[in-house]
C-alpha cells in the first residue's frame, strides 16, 4: 500500500488545480477567438453565435424592412440587436456576407447578407436554441441556407 505525505498530497491538489485553471484558460480563449463563428446542433445542423457562443437569430418580418430592423421596443428587449464593432471570422464564414446598419434609435447592429442578427434574451448558456422558430418568425442563422436579402 502506497502512503502518501500530506505535504505531497497538497502538492497533487495544487497541481491538479493549476491543471484545471490552465485548461479552462485555453477553452476561454478558443471560444472568444472570434466575434462571429458556427456552431452545430444535431437537429438545426450549422448556425451562427457570437463571441461567447450563443445563437444569433434573423427575424423574417425583417424582409418588410427593406435592409432595416423592425424589431423595436419589447421586441428589442426579447431580441436584442448583435453588433460587433470588430468583426473577426474563422476561415468558412465571408466578411463580404457581413455589414452593419444604423438602427432608427441610432443604436448600431450587425448584420449577415442583409438580415439583422440578434440574440435571444431567453437563452440561458452557449448553444441554447429555445428563440428558433418563436411565433413562425425568429430562426437560427445558417450560414449555407440564408439567402442574400436584397
Known amino acids: ?6 505535504s505531497e498530497s497538497c502538492k497533487l491538489v495544487l497541481l491538479f488545480l493549476a491543471i484545471s485553471i490552465l485548461s479552462t484558460s485555453a477553452l476561454a480563449e478558443g471560444s472568444d477567438k472570434y466575434s462571429v463563428d458556427v456552431s452545430t446542433n444535431k437537429f438545426l445542423g450549422e448556425y451562427l ?6 445563437t444569433l437569430y434573423y427575424f423574417s418580418d425583417d424582409s418588410k424592412g427593406e435592409g432595416a430592423s423592425t424589431c423595436y421596443d419589447d421586441c428589442a ?3 436584442p440587436p448583435f453588433y460587433t464593432g470588430e468583426l473577426t471570422l474563422p476561415d468558412n464564414l465571408r466578411s463580404v456576407d457581413f455589414d452593419s446598419i444604423t438602427r432608427t434609435d441610432g443604436s448600431k447592429q450587425t448584420t449577415f447578407r442583409g438580415w439583422p442578427l440578434y440574440l435571444y434574451s431567453r437563452d440561458f448558456a452557449a448553444g441554447d436554441v429555445f428563440g428558433n422558430g418563436q411565433k413562425g418568425l425568429w430562426h437560427v442563422v445558417n450560414p449555407a441556407d440564408l439567402p442574400q436579402r436584397f
Open 77 to 79: 428587449a426579447t431580441w
Open 1 to 6: 500500500m502506497m502512503v502518501i505525505s500530506t
Open 49 to 54: 453565435v457570437n463571441q461567447s457562443g450563443f
